[in-house]
């Protein structure tokens, strides 16, 4: 889970089945579906398309533009070997966004 202070986002299923948590909701997104989530608001996401290990493609917007360069970042301490957890929260701290914790699929719609 994680909140965005700075910016909106957007998301679009290209593919696949995308479940997605935002404030204590979930709901399931198919291929085809925009799905939004505007600052300040805790979300996230999963790829629910069973045990047949399908892949899943999302398209993201972000207003306004920037984080872009937060990604770059986070990717450098994601990718080390181990991943370089406790840095990706600084950097995403940083860049207004706060790591909040693991969602709870368990909550219904």
């Not at 899943?56 to 080390?80: D, K, M």
């Not at 929260?89 to 909550?107: F, L, R, T």
Request: hydrophobic letters at 40%.
């Amino acid at each position: 889970m994680h909140v965005h202070h700075l910016e909106d986002e957007a998301f679009y299923v290209l593919e696949g089945e995308i479940q997605f948590q935002i404030n204590n909701k979930t709901l399931l997104a198919p291929q085809g579906s925009c799905v939004y989530a505007p600052r300040g608001v805790v979300h996230t996401f999963r790829n629910v398309n069973g045990t047949n290990s399908r892949s899943a493609r999302l398209q993201f917007w972000f207003t306004p533009a920037g984080i872009e360069n937060y990604f770059e970042q986070v990717s450098r301490a994601l990718t080390q070997n181990p991943p370089n957890l406790n840095l990706a929260v600084q950097i995403a701290k940083e860049w207004g966004i706060d790591i909040i914790g693991s969602p709870n699929w368990s909550i219904g719609n």
